[in-house]
């Protein structure tokens, strides 16, 4: 069965920093591509950070640009993304996504994991 | 960057009856990078539809997709309850990922 889950997620202050964490099962993540996206309370889906199955290339929302890092293990079945510097309006839901190769679109996705910065 | 424009914002129609739904991007997209999404609250959302036109698995026949450069439309045929929720387009240009706004579909 494919999963992923997402940990990490908590209360920061603004300027802060957390380090979320998706483990991915039930499929060869390290043939996969995958993102992280993330969902504001009450509000739509934006895209927020991309990473190549072997790590090579990595793309980002130019909101999060500079301040977030996605990365991942593939030894560890585990992807990350490391944010930074962090705003109230990044207040949001995050979700990572397995990338559906060659289609530009995310055909599994995890529940998500809730980040609150606020002072 | 591609906008993707979706409309209406909310629509309200009862089980059984057909949903129209559209998404307008602001510049030509590959349909092969067009997808829609389904999303029930509290739940993450569930890919519905990649390549414009194509079913992921396991979704229903009711679902259907279509269009090409600008113009893309999700059509539900005959509405089932399960049915009610938001949806998303979202597209990739190579570089960037965006979503629609979504469109509502609610209950009448």
């Known amino acids: 069965q494919v999963h992923l889950v997402e940990s990490g997620g908590g209360v920061v202050q603004p300027g802060g920093s957390l380090r979320l964490s998706c483990a991915a099962s039930?499929?060869?993540?390290?043939?996969?591509?995958m993102h992280w996206v993330r969902q504001a309370p009450g509000k739509g889906l934006e895209w927020v950070a991309h990473?190549?199955?072997?790590?090579?290339?990595?793309l980002y929302a130019d909101s999060v640009k500079g301040r977030f890092t996605i990365s991942r293990d593939n030894s560890k079945n585990t992807l990350y993304l490391q944010t930074n510097s962090l705003r109230p309006e990044d207040t949001a839901v995050y979700y990572c996504?397995?990338?559906?190769w060659g289609f530009g679109a995310f055909d599994i996705w995890g529940q998500g994991t809730m980040v609150t910065v606020s002072s | 960057e591609v906008v993707l424009t979706q409309s209406p914002g909310t629509v309200s129609l009862s089980p059984g009856e057909r949903a129209t739904l559209s998404c307008r991007a602001s510049?030509?997209?590959?349909?092969?990078?067009l997808a829609w999404y389904q999303q029930k609250p509290g739940q993450a959302p569930r890919l519905l539809i990649y390549?414009?036109?194509s079913r992921a698995t396991g979704i229903a026949d009711r679902f259907s997709g279509s269009g090409s450069g600008t113009d893309f439309t999700l059509t539900i045929s005959r509405l089932e309850p399960e049915d009610f929720a938001v949806y998303y387009c979202q597209q990739f240009d190579g570089a960037r990922y965006t979503f629609g706004q979504g469109t509502k579909l609610q209950i009448k």
């Open positions: 996504a397995k990338d559906l």
């Open positions: 510049q030509s997209v590959r349909a092969r990078h």
């Open positions: 390549d414009a036109s």
């Open positions: 039930g499929f060869t993540f390290s043939s996969s591509a």
């Open positions: 990473m190549r199955s072997d790590g090579s290339k990595e």
